[in-house]
């Protein structure tokens, strides 16, 4: 059994950062900026006034459920088969977004600086170093994600000091350029990557101590700020227009990247910082699947009955078109992962009134018939 309290909320928060940040950072970027334009950092803003409120009903759930496993709480609200329900559809969706999060890297992987290297292999390596790591516990995970964590804002902080020198902050204007109507529209890109939040409930029991409102603000203030820097910095060092027709461009300001005149191609820093995003949000993504099947810690069931289905689940993405790919995860999966775990947070804040069912909720027996029951048996 996993003992409760084992990660601080420190180190809950540098998750948050790298599994929430890598999405924020690199998948929303080309839809908003498609559909935004310069903008784009309004939407986001938008996004985190609307959805601060939000963090409230988060921390409703986190007390009624009073830090025990979500998995637990919810059979006894609901019962044994509404919980099966809700918990099944939760891992598959998970499934899907690692699944989409692996199929986005290697698709990276393969355009940018291994287009010889087969995508089968890419993602076998890539899905056995995942599952390597969704076969230890949440104390390991924290551990990578603190090493790997240090060097990506590192490098994150150099890429955007080494870049003044090419910024032009003028093309940031004229604000609201085609009014407020686009920016309410976008709005569901960035807050399609807060509402991940939400998935700290599935780890609570992790917790050292209870999350109070403040933690989750910071959570909140972190990921925008991880998404208002590579947009805007697009945005300042391409134009707005050029910036909505890269693929990545995130990766596209790290080719802008040098050292006086004989110093340049730094942007292989930015394969570390994707690939080890990538391996962290994949990794907790499954562990959080692995942990509400109960098989945290069962090395030959997580090999044996989640490996399988997620390899085929991600080799199934492989098989679509690269663009129809890129439309499905650029729009259609970010709307979708918003509507789900709204729903799902909605849901869950209406179970949270509910009151605990007491089987043993029974009329006690008065004495007279104790007494007229004890004389029947004696007849």
Same mark, same amino acid.
């Given at each position: 059994?996993?003992?409760?309290? %084992? *990660?601080?909320?420190?180190?809950?928060?540098?998750?948050?950062? #790298?599994? *929430?940040?890598?999405?924020?950072?690199? #998948?929303?970027?080309?839809? =908003?900026?498609?559909?935004?334009?310069?903008?784009?950092?309004?939407?986001?803003?938008? &996004?985190? @006034?609307?959805?601060?409120?939000?963090?409230? =009903?988060?921390?409703? *759930?986190?007390?009624?459920?009073? %830090?025990?496993?979500?998995?637990?709480?919810?059979?006894?609200?609901?019962?044994? @088969?509404?919980?099966? *329900? @809700?918990?099944?559809s939760t891992v598959a969706f998970i499934y899907l977004m690692a699944a989409f999060t692996l199929r986005e890297t290697v698709l990276w992987i393969s355009s940018t600086f291994l287009n010889q290297t087969p995508k089968l292999i890419l993602i076998a390596l890539y899905i056995i170093l995942c599952f390597l790591l969704v076969s230890t516990n949440i104390q390991t995970i924290v551990i990578v994600n603190t090493f790997v964590l240090f060097f990506v804002v590192v490098f994150g902080f150099y890429v955007a000091f080494v870049n003044i020198q090419v910024k032009d902050y003028n093309l940031l204007r004229p604000f609201f350029e085609h009014g407020f109507e686009p920016i309410a529209k976008g709005f569901v890109y960035p807050a399609s990557g807060f509402i991940e939040i939400f998935l700290l409930l599935f780890l609570q029991h992790h917790f050292k101590s209870r999350m109070k409102w403040y933690h989750l603000a910071i959570m909140l203030f972190i990921l925008v700020g991880l998404t208002l820097g590579p947009l805007m910095g697009a945005i300042v060092e391409f134009g707005p227009e050029e910036a909505a027709k890269q693929r990545y461009p995130a990766y596209e300001e790290w080719g802008l990247v040098s050292i006086g005149r004989f110093i340049e191609h730094m942007d292989f820093l930015s394969i570390y910082q994707w690939l080890t995003g990538t391996f962290v949000r994949v990794g907790l993504l499954l562990f959080i699947a692995t942990d509400i099947l109960n098989f945290t810690g069962d090395v030959k069931k997580i090999w044996k009955y989640m490996l399988p289905p997620f390899f085929f689940t991600s080799l199934g993405l492989f098989?679509?078109?690269?663009?129809?790919?890129? %439309?499905?995860?650029?729009? &259609?999966?970010? @709307? =979708?992962?918003? &509507?789900?775990?709204?729903i799902l947070s909605v849901l869950f804040g209406c179970i949270a009134t509910l009151k605990k069912k007491d089987p043993k909720n029974q009329i006690p027996k008065t004495s007279t018939q104790k007494n007229q029951t004890s004389e029947g048996s004696d007849t």
């Open positions: 059994m996993v003992k409760i309290g %084992q *990660i601080g909320l420190l180190h809950v928060i540098f998750l948050v950062m #790298t599994f *929430i940040g890598l999405k924020n950072h690199v #998948t929303i970027l080309p839809p =908003l900026l498609e559909h935004v334009k310069r903008d784009g950092w309004a939407s986001v803003i938008f &996004a985190a @006034i609307l959805l601060f409120p939000w963090l409230f =009903l988060l921390l409703y *759930i986190h007390k009624k459920s009073k %830090q025990r496993p979500i998995k637990i709480w919810l059979k006894e609200k609901v019962g044994k @088969i509404g919980s099966a *329900i @809700i918990l099944y098989l679509i078109d690269d663009s129809l790919f890129l %439309q499905l995860n650029g729009n &259609a999966m970010l @709307i =979708l992962t918003f &509507a789900f775990f709204f």
